[in-house]
């Protein structure tokens, strides 16, 4: 039995069936436009929104750590991020492995991890999509 | 054209002991006493109030001020808008009086937000944003990353923001934090968020504040009435993959606000900006045209937006030492702006102050802002 199917999702619909989890949004053909998360219709045309895999690796836009008392029972400190997807035009806002706060650069590759993180509105345990780092960061230097 | 002829404020700060409707009576009190007009005179009545509803199961909260106050029968309208809640209030009354409905208006804001396990304020609790750990510090920290990494803004050019905050409210007596900060103290204080120290954020507050809105005709007995020059209230672009260094929603509405006025960034003498974090006010310069773009960082460490440079910004302390009552927050900002008008601000006063612009921006959707209001006022 997988993980999945004794701990709920922090979210519905953000993830296609597992074991290697890919983000799942939503895609409007007329437009040629991506969702994350999925939406109901279009926010351009109104029509219909199909499922589309949005893939799993990006490439990290922008990066905080939070270092305050965390929201939600997530970890002390924990790192977000917009991350730009590596296969489609889409920027998400995303979780960061919590194992690696603090160390995230713009530019570096990252990709996602699904695990129990923290607690959902209901207070249970539930899975989280994260991102953690397979490279070190491209540009570097720039952050110098 | 619409006027403001009279301003009302209570000390931002802890007033535990006080109801939303308590503070609103004494902001409202107050700025009818500047007006010189009784209760009577009031046709409309526009009340901010943003968490209210959330924190103590209050809703149509004005009703019970002008209830409370003997002020029967009038339109009045409960606004919630965000941290723009009271900037919008302030757009919808000055429209009353635009299309004739009536001649005097009240504007008020009031919030109470000091209570127990407030915690950080997220853009909703059923949000993915919101679950997966976005809270309002990290929405702002994400765009000063950026703008460090593009621009080379400095962690010690944002504390200048904090610094000039805190020497400027010292000269305030409605602030909340009155003390001079050095940057040592800036940049050891505990981190929120990266790049953000505690003293970088602005904090929580009770707070109300006032304004008596009224047609040319009603104030042209007013010699110190203020002019208001355009108004005006948007909402966001939510575009994805957006560059989050130039902030659209924040230029297109500043730009909108100086074409209708038929004003520019050079105008302007005076700026109350939505200086959540310090972070943002440098956002704010860059998008009111204040400085080029990117250049936000220098040109608050050189002095340029303190008192006595080339455009004030936040004399008052702004949200981040006068405190951030959200929904008194924006309403907050015009009084001030019309107390410098007025050549009225004491120690504060900015010299020769004759256009003054305020900007407010709240919630976050997609990335982006739900509102912006830009103000510009004339004496
Ligand atoms: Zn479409």
């Known amino acids: 039995m997988s993980v999945q199917n004794t701990i709920p999702l922090v979210y519905d619909n953000i993830l296609t069936s597992g074991p290697d989890f890919h983000l799942q949004g939503g895609y409007c053909p007329d437009c040629d436009r991506y969702y994350f998360p999925i939406k109901e219709s279009c926010m351009e045309c109104l029509g219909s929104v199909d499922k589309a895999d949005l893939g799993k690796r990006g490439i990290v836009y922008s990066v905080t750590t939070i270092r305050t008392r965390p929201p939600l029972g997530l970890p002390q400190p924990y790192s977000v991020a917009y991350v730009d997807l590596e296969n489609v035009p889409l920027r998400v806002f995303s979780l960061m492995d919590p194992s690696e706060a603090g160390q995230y650069c713009i530019g570096q590759t990252v990709e996602l991890k699904v695990a129990p993180l923290g607690l959902n509105n209901n207070k249970q345990v539930c899975l989280r999509p994260y991102f953690r780092s397979i490279s070190s960061p491209q540009e570097t230097d720039r952050m110098s | ?379």
């Not at chain 2, 403001?4 to 409707?21: D, K, T």
């Not at chain 2, 790049?195 to 009603?218: E, K, V, W, Y």
């Not at chain 2, 004399?315 to 009552?325: D, E, I, T």
């Open chain 2, 1 to 379: 054209m619409v006027a403001i002829i009279g301003v009302g404020i209570i000390p931002f700060g802890q007033h535990l002991e006080r109801s939303i409707v308590a503070m609103a009576m004494e902001a409202t009190l107050a700025a009818l006493k500047d007006a010189n007009i009784p209760k009577g005179t009031i046709g409309a009545c526009y009340f901010a109030n943003a968490f209210g509803g959330m924190l103590f199961g209050d809703t149509t909260i004005g009703q019970n001020l002008t209830a409370a106050m003997g002020i029967r029968k009038i339109p009045v309208v409960n606004v919630e808008n965000a941290c723009t809640s009271g900037s919008s209030a302030y757009y919808l009354a000055r429209h009353a009086i635009l299309a004739g409905e009536c001649e005097v208006a009240l504007v008020v804001g009031s919030e109470k937000m000091c209570v127990p396990d407030f915690g950080l304020i997220n853009s909703g609790a059923t949000e993915l944003d919101t679950l997966l750990g976005m809270v309002v510090p990290a929405g702002f920290a994400l765009r000063a990353q950026r703008h460090m990494y593009e621009y080379g803004t400095t962690v010690e050019q944002m504390a200048a923001v904090t610094i000039k905050s805190r020497a400027h409210a010292a000269l305030n007596p409605y602030a909340q934090f009155r003390k001079i900060e050095t940057l040592e103290q800036v940049l050891n204080a505990p981190m929120i968020a990266d790049p953000f120290t505690r003293s970088q954020c602005c904090p929580i507050a009770d707070g109300a504040a006032a304004l008596i809105l009224a047609s040319d005709n009603f104030a042209a007995k007013y010699n110190r009435a203020v002019t208001i020059k355009s108004s005006v209230l948007t909402s966001g672009f939510y575009d994805n993959q957006a560059d989050i260094t130039h902030w659209d929603t924040d230029y297109y509405t500043a730009n909108l606000a100086y074409e209708k006025a038929g004003l520019g960034a050079d105008d302007i003498d005076l700026v109350e900006c939505h200086d959540a974090f310090t972070f943002s006010e440098i956002l704010h310069y860059e998008a009111l045209g204040l400085c080029p773009e990117g250049q936000g960082g220098q040109f608050v460490a050189s002095g340029q937006a303190s008192l006595g440079g080339k455009t004030p910004v936040n004399v008052s302390g702004g949200l981040l030492s006068r405190g951030h009552p959200i929904a008194a927050t924006g309403i907050a900002q015009i009084v001030e702006l019309v107390t410098q008008l007025r050549h009225e601000a004491g120690d504060r006063q900015v010299g020769n102050c004759r256009t003054a612009l305020a900007q407010c921006m709240g919630g976050d959707k997609m990335g982006d802002a739900k509102s912006c209001t830009v103000t510009i006022l004339s004496k």
